[in-house]
């Protein structure tokens, strides 16, 4: 007895994975993401470079305001910084002898046409 073996169909799987309109959408999204982060980069450096100008100006001796931006301003210098100088700064001092030192400024990044990103920075740090 020869037994065959019934043929009955077999049922096909779904293939997955991305189409070819998918991969380029997905490129795409990828390509714009990443041209916003290269636009925005810089300006977060020199926000970290603003950042620690200000908390090395409490280990350069300033004690009045004019020395807090003069010593801001050199600080400045070193580190290319260009959004803010040292009259931009608030500087206060405080009942305790200490001075507050604080700056705000507002980058505006161009994107495309008319669309720019804008970004607010600000921050703060005591004296001695």
Do not use: C, W
């Amino acid at each position: 007895m020869n037994r065959t073996r019934a043929s009955f169909p077999v049922p096909r799987r779904r293939q997955a994975g991305l189409s070819l309109l998918g991969l380029l959408l997905a490129a795409f999204v990828v390509v714009v993401v990443a041209l916003v982060v290269l636009r925005v980069v810089p300006s977060a450096l020199e926000y970290r470079a603003i950042v620690s100008a200000v908390n090395k100006i409490g280990s350069s001796g300033a004690s009045t305001p004019h020395d807090v931006r003069v010593a801001f301003d050199r600080f400045a210098a070193v580190d290319d910084i260009q959004s803010i100088s040292g009259k931009d700064l608030q500087v206060e001092r405080r009942p305790d002898g200490t001075m507050s030192v604080s700056f705000q400024y507002e980058k505006r990044i161009p994107l495309y046409g008319p669309a720019s990103l804008v970004i607010d920075y600000q921050g703060s740090n005591r004296v001695h």
